[in-house]
Every structure is written in C-alpha cells, then in structure tokens.
C-alpha cells in the first residue's frame, strides 16, 4: 500500500468514527518545504455541515486519526490545513521493503478486463509520424495497467477496409499481371499509393474497375479476397518492423481492423432503427443527438448509413463497441486518437448508451492527444513538406545517437555503440513525446531530445549507468543491501527516499488518466533527486562509515531499481554504461 493510500484510509476512518459519512479525503503531497511531506485539506470543507470553525475541526481530526506508526507529528496550520510529518523510521523500512520487493511494493490492483484501442495505422500506407503518438502512449499505458494486474487486451484498429482499396487492388492485380512480386511491388507503400492515385485521376476506365473491385471485395469474392489478404499481409509486416523497432508491445494477433466488423454493421443499423434511435433523413439512416445540440438548438448529425447504402466510420465503430462489450466482456476501453476526432467518439458514446451497446458500469474512454509540430508551428514535414515517414525518423533518430556517442571518450566496441545508439535514438524520440501532457501539442527539437541535460531520456539513462557505476565500484554484493538499515539523517537522503516511495502513486494516476507524462516527471525529478543527493551525501569517500556507506547505496539501488522499472514501463531501455 503507499503512502497516500494509507493516510486516505487512516483519515478516512477518523471520519467516520466522528460520525461523518461519505466525507471528501483530500490527502496530497505538500510542496512547500517545513510544512511537512503530505497535507490534508478537508476540515473547511467540513466546516459549514459541522457548523464548527475550520481549525475546531481539525483539531478534532488530530485527535481522532490514528497514525502513530506513520507519523511523527501533525501540524494544524492556517485555517485549518493539517501538515503530516512522516516519520524516518517508517519511511526507512518502507523503502528497504520496496527493494526487497521485486514489484518495489506496488499493489495488485483488483482486475478488470481493459480494451485499448491505439496505433491504428492505415494500411494503404505507410505508418507516419502522425502515428507516433497513439503507438506510443497507448503502450505504455497498457504496460502500466498490465503491471497493475489488469487483463488488458490490446486492439490495433487497423484501416483495412473502404474505398481506396479498390484503387490499391486494380493497381496491384495489373502489376502481379506484368510479373512483378508483390513484395516488391510493395516495398514502398507511399510510391505504390501515389502510382495508383495517379491512374484513379487520370487513366479512363481505371476509376471504374477501382469501383468495380470494391464492389467484389465487399460481396467476398475469393479471387479479390485473396489479392487484399496479399497487398494486408505485405502491409502489416511493414507496421511490425516499425513496432519492433520502437519498442511497442502490438503484434499482428492484436489487429482488429475495419474489415473483421463487416459482419456487424447491417445488424447494428437495424437495431438501431428498430429502437426508433435512428430513422431515415434524405435517404441516409440518421440519428439525431440533441445533447449536442447547436447555439440554434439544432441537434447534431450523426450519419450511420450513406443513402447509397454504405457504411461509416461511425457504423464500424459502433460495431467495435458491441464486441468489445459483448463478447469481450470489458470493464474498460480506452481509444487513443487525436484530438480532431474527440467529437466523433462523443457522439459514438452517447448513440452506443443510448442503445444500450454500453452497459452503464462498463467505461468507454476516449484518450485524445495533441499534434507534434515543427519548429514552425505547424505539423511536422520533411523539409520539401511532404509526410515523414515514422521509420525513417527512427532510423534518423539513432544515427544522431551515433553521431553523439562518436564525439565521446568511452571504450566500447562497434556492437555495443551500435545498441548504446539504438537505444538512446529510441529512447530520446519516445520520451519527448511522453513527457509532454497527452492533450498538448508540442514541438519536435533534435537538440533538445538526444540532450544529456535537463528532462530527456538520455538524461534518465545516464542517470542509471551512473547509479550501476557506484554500485560496481562499491565492490558490494548488491544482493545484500536489502538487509541493511537506512540512516535518514540529511535532508537530501530523506527527500529521496520519500520520493521513491511515491513511485506506485504515480503508475496508479497514470492508468486511472492515461497520462505517460506524469511517470515521465516523476522519473526527472527522481534523477533530479539523486544528483542533489550525491553532492550532499559522498558515499565511496574517506571518511564516510560503514552504516552510512551502506545505508546510501541501498537507497541508489533502490533508485536504479525504479529508474530501471519507470522507464520499463515507457518502453525505454536502460543501459549498463553509455
């Protein structure tokens, strides 16, 4: 249990021994040096269904909590906000504990199934840099509910179906028709697009057979089916080597694109009619949201079947909804997209409630994120503004890495600068979208992401080989260091060990929210911590004694303990030396 928790449930039931029911816990982390490590706030809220001065209260509070093996004192300051001290001998035990722990102490939490629906890249094309975000974010929010004990179920909601795949097809079934290998055909998704984009607008007769193989492919004919399955496959393979080159959990069993709720959509439309929530408007099937309405009190559109007979997004993702639900059994989903499309998934959740798609404990969460921008403030382009491709940005990534480990003394061999390189490029690139808040735009900077200063992941990764460094040269078995005694007596030491202890509230924020930038924070200012920490505290010097020599690297081991874990869980490799 940490430390929040446990004040919560302590205060909680000094509440309710004074008779006070359901009452607001406001337990938080104080920031404010003297005034203690935590503070809780809720005697002026109480004040006026008391009838009591808020400082009557709180002192009536001091006197009901219990909290002598936590605390060392509690301080009523101001109109009533009590100040709660920790005492070092808790907090010393609690942070050996943590490192005998392999989970460094974070609870389980009790399961529910989680559908998280991210990347969602289209298939007719390459992935870009547009995808980055979705890919990354959601990973290492699945990652962090998966450590937290969830049943989570990854789905990749891959554009796999539609219109342009008629084009795709009509293009492709005429090149294999020239002899050409489909993988090599295909090699270049973006070239392969604009060739057949090209023939659509300008070759006669070539639209028409475009719209021809839609129509085959949508009444399942085999011979189409199979050239799809073809152009999916080759597709596919070149989102995996993305994945795998970032560092990202999604495998080709967690794609659910487009094409696998075909079956669905008719029946989701018919029963969507006969509950009397959509009805006919200009020969589309319509639902109208009122809850949405306009300035004019004109309710908002929301088309599930185009007068022709086709089929939306807003049909298939209404589809989705009835699977994840139904047969899944989610007690969660959450959909990482960005922001342009919060308004869709709005409408989506109102219509599925309303035809009871969504059981009303059953959550539907859409996580939406900012754009990454150039230094221009507008979204990021190759230099002649056309779409980054999100490979070659990797691939860019890490060769700046090399760039930066060549201009640096170190020993290593070509294979280990070639991991060190990979693994600060990816790490460098993922980490500056993570640490910006998830709803914020933010502009992409080479300089400032491959720094080895300030909150960067190189930083970070530094931090750890420095730690690993202290350890090695202590000559300690550090397997050892869990049985010794941490002296808390300078403040930095406290200050570090207190932090440490904070690191499961964090992860348990950052899965209720779905907010990579709070573990991010967390993560620099434990760094932060640390270098304030060996400036204070010398550990390998003369003079240093044995207790504090080994109560000190117990406490860095511990920092590389949650270094090496918070960055696990951003999909960040750390390494042994840089």
């Known amino acids: 249990m940490n430390i929040h928790t446990l004040l919560v449930e302590r205060f909680s039931a000094a509440l309710a021994a004074m008779n006070i029911e359901n009452p607001v816990v406001p337990v938080a982390k104080n920031t404010r040096p003297g005034f203690g490590d935590y503070q809780f706030n809720g005697a002026m809220a109480l004040a006026k269904k008391l009838k009591k001065a808020p400082r009557d209260i709180a002192e009536l509070i001091v006197d009901a909590v219990e909290l002598d093996d936590v605390v060392e004192k509690l301080d009523i300051a101001g109109p009533g906000f009590i100040n709660i001290f920790l005492k070092d001998s808790f907090v010393a035990a609690s942070a050996i504990d943590a490192l005998n722990d392999e989970r460094l102490n974070v609870a389980k939490q009790e399961s529910k199934k989680v559908v998280v629906d991210y990347s969602a890249p289209n298939l007719a094309k390459e992935m870009h840099v547009g995808h980055l975000r979705s890919t990354i974010i959601g990973d290492a929010v699945v990652k962090t509910l998966e450590f937290l004990g969830h049943d989570v179920i990854r789905q990749n909601h891959m554009g796999d179906w539609g219109t342009q795949f008629g084009m795709l097809l009509a293009h492709l079934s005429d090149t294999l028709a020239e002899d050409a290998i489909a993988e090599k055909a295909l090699s270049d998704l973006e070239d392969f697009y604009r060739a057949a984009k090209v023939r659509f607008d300008n070759e006669e007769g070539f639209a028409d057979r475009a719209r021809e193989y839609v129509v085959r492919l949508q009444q399942g004919d ?30 080709r069993d967690d794609i659910m694109g487009e094409s696998a709720y075909n079956h669905d959509l008719n029946d989701v439309v018919t029963e969507l009619k006969a509950s009397g929530i959509a009805v006919e408007d200009q020969g589309a099937q319509v639902v109208f949201l009122p809850e949405l309405a306009d300035k004019e009190g004109k309710p908002a559109v929301y088309i599930i ?23 899944l059994n989610a007690d969660r989903t959450l959909i990482f997209t960005d922001a342009r499309q919060a308004l869709h998934f709005k409408q989506t959740e109102i219509v599925a409630r309303k ?58 061999s070509d294979e280990e600068k070639t991991t060190v390189a990979n693994d600060i490029g990816i790490g460098a690139i993922k980490y500056a979208d993570l640490s910006k808040h998830r709803t914020t735009d933010y502009v992409f900077d080479w300089d400032s992401m ?21 350890l090695t040269k202590s000559g300690i078995d550090t397997s050892t260091l869990g049985s010794n005694n941490l002296v808390l007596e300078h403040e930095k030491e406290r200050e570090l060990a207190i932090l440490l202890l904070q690191f499961s509230e964090v992860i348990e924020t950052l899965a209720r929210d779905a907010t990579p ?35 000190r690297l117990a406490l860095i081991a511990l920092v590389a303990k949650t270094l090496s874990k918070g960055l696990e869980l951003l999909g960040i490799e750390t390494l042994e030396r840089m």
Not at 527 to 537: D, N, Q, T, V
């Open 450 to 470: 491959l720094s080895f200063e300030g909150n960067t992941a190189p930083y970070l990764q530094y931090a750890y080989t420095r730690v690993n460094s202290v």
């Open 517 to 551: 930038h709070l573990l991010c924070t967390y993560l620099y200012d434990v760094a932060s911590a640390l270098m304030s920490f060996y400036e204070a505290c010398p550990i390998l010097k003369e003079g240093v004694s044995e207790q504090e020599k080994a109560s």
């Open 222 to 251: 085999e011979g189409c089916k199979a050239l799809w399955q073809q152009f999916i496959d080759i597709s596919i393979q070149h989102s995996e080597d993305v994945y795998d080159y970032l560092n990202v959990s999604l495998t």
């Open 305 to 327: 079947q185009k007068s022709g007979g086709g089929f939306l997004y807003a049909t298939t993702d209404l589809a989705a909804i009835r699977y994840r639900n139904n047969t």
């Open 355 to 412: 035809a009871e798609f969504i059981a009303p404990e059953q959550s539907y969460e859409h996580c939406p994120f900012g754009m990454m921008l150039g230094k221009d403030g507008k979204p990021f382009k190759t230099r002649t503004g056309g779409t980054v491709k999100l490979a070659d940005l990797l691939k860019e990534a890490v060769q700046r890495a090399s760039d930066l480990i060549a201009e640096r003394d170190n020993d290593m």
